[in-house]
């Protein structure tokens, strides 16, 4: 496991919480270690959890309201082949998914710069 190649992503979305899993989930047609909201896939560990500090978007701190955001999704490569450039494309993969069901996302990783959109 390499823990500089981790990211997070937070995520606006008007879902319940197990809707929004469900649709993160969708994008794996292989699903391992399925707990209830953490589970492997493609060599990932990843973690779907309500951020405990979300706020409405109106009620939200100017600076650092990505902080406020309501999901947060920790992703950590387990595969011992991971690379950064595999980490950027699995990445950007899921961000685009939850992009297009409506989502908001914004993105913490040591290798944020290369993740544009």
């Known amino acids: 496991m390499?823990?500089?190649?981790?990211?997070?992503i937070m995520v606006d979305i008007d879902l319940p919480h197990d809707r929004f899993l469900s649709l993160v989930?969708?994008?794996?047609?292989?699903?391992?270690?399925?707990?209830?909201?953490?589970?492997?896939?493609?060599?990932?560990?990843?973690?779907?959890?309500?951020n405990e500090d979300y706020r409405p978007l109106h009620a939200r701190d100017k600076e650092?309201?990505?902080?406020?955001?309501?999901?947060?999704?920790?992703?950590?490569?387990?595969?011992?082949?991971?690379t950064e450039d595999g980490e950027v494309a699995f990445a950007t993969r899921i961000i685009h998914h939850i992009r297009a069901q409506g989502g908001t996302t914004t993105h913490l990783a040591a290798y944020e710069h290369r993740l544009e959109f």
């Open 25 to 50: 989930k969708s994008l794996f047609p292989r699903i391992y270690r399925d707990r209830h909201r953490e589970f492997e896939a493609e060599g990932h560990r990843i973690e779907v959890r309500n």
């Open 64 to 82: 650092d309201s990505f902080l406020q955001m309501r999901y947060c999704v920790e992703v950590t490569p387990i595969s011992p082949q991971a």
């Open 2 to 8: 390499n823990k500089s190649l981790e990211f997070v």
